[in-house]
């Protein structure tokens, strides 16, 4: 059975730090490109980064770059999100997806919703201000 298993939000105040947890199974790890998106209340669905493990590109929403870190654990087939200085407006449900690319692609396409094809329960970060 395939599954995206995104967890590690919470309620955390302005200026603090959260590492989300994305652990995949049910398919190969290397070969796939895993993605974190967010969705605020009444807004669209955005990506906030993305990890290609078949050739290890990195990219990152420009809104996200400085605080965000994307990164994998092989051995535990999970991606992590690492997110610093939060501020209120990255209050959202947090989701990871998973696609593949077996060409180079653009930032855009990376970072976009409609690339994705897998997705998983999303976990909700509270920014308090």
């Known amino acids: 059975e395939v599954q995206l298993q995104a967890s590690g939000g919470g309620l955390v105040e302005a200026g603090g730090s959260l590492r989300l947890s994305c652990a995949v199974s049910?398919?190969?790890?290397?070969?796939?490109?895993i993605g974190w998106f967010r969705q605020a209340p009444g807004k669209e669905r955005e990506g906030v980064a993305c990890?290609?493990?078949?050739?290890?590109?990195?990219y990152y929403a420009d809104s996200m770059k400085g605080r965000a870190t994307i990164s994998r654990d092989n051995a535990k087939n999970t991606v992590y999100l690492q997110i610093e200085s939060l501020k209120p407006e990255d209050t959202a449900v947090y989701y990871c997806?998973?696609?593949?690319?077996?060409?180079?692609?653009?930032?855009?396409?990376?970072?976009?919703?409609?690339?994705?094809?897998?997705w998983g329960q999303g976990t909700q970060v509270t920014v308090s201000s």
């Open positions: 997806a998973r696609t593949e690319f077996n060409i180079p692609i653009s930032k855009m396409t990376a970072l976009a919703v409609d690339t994705y094809y897998e």
């Open positions: 990890i290609n493990n078949s050739d290890g590109k990195i």
């Open positions: 049910g398919f190969s790890f290397d070969e796939i490109a």
